[in-house]
């Protein structure tokens, strides 16, 4: 598995809380069967400040420390970057990072708030596309507005945005609700790619297995494999 979303950068958000337990979780990560991970920190405004600049030592750091453990994860750094205005002025400042690209179009992987979609979200994704910015939303499946109505993804559909579900949330890491909606989005067609979000150890450890075989079982083994390695392989070159 590619695995394009998760916290294992230490120290730099409520992921990984030091070397030594993100170590652990690219243990953990590689005994899943995970064998690449884009790591990808919150990018909030007031609340978790990253910079493409500061995360780069901290990413050296952990790459240096993995290949001295002899864990063969092999990883790049990028960002979760929360839905907002700030993105008028920080894409241009050259301040937000990218996982990937498609046809030479940059990837962002942007999150959404968990209690609702909000307003505006639909212009902000079509300036984000005119502005050569290819977008994918973390975890839909988890919006408490689209869990009461799923069809609310649509309007965010428009513009060719992807969709990026959490694995865990089919092997109900999340509970039922979350469950039932991520299965309503794979089955409508609104699942681009699977990834851990892995957080911590005792929060969201890197687990795959369980939800990649209830995928399987839902759509197939092929549609599976597309939505956890092919298409983030398409995405993420640069680990290749």
Known sequence: MIDLHCHLLPGVDDGARNLEEAVAMARMAIEEGITHAVLTPHFHQGIYDNQVSTL???????KEQLAESQIPLEIAVA???RISTDLLHLLPAGNVPFIGSIDDTPVMLLELPYSHIPPGT????????KNNV?????????NREIISNPSAIKQLKLGGTMFQLTVGSFSEMFGEKVRDTAETLLLDGYADIVATDAHRIDKRPPTVK???D???????????????????????QVLF
């Open 79 to 81: 960002g979760e970057v």
């Open 134 to 142: 290819k977008t994918m939303i973390a975890h839909p499946e988890r």
């Open 214 to 236: 209830a995928i399987s079982a839902l759509v197939g083994p092929d549609i599976m494999k597309r939505l956890s390695f092919d298409t983030p392989k398409a995405i993420s």
């Open 122 to 129: 639909d212009n902000l994704l079509n300036w984000l596309h």
């Open 56 to 62: 780069k030592p901290v990413f050296e750091t952990f």
């Open 210 to 212: 369980a939800g990649l």
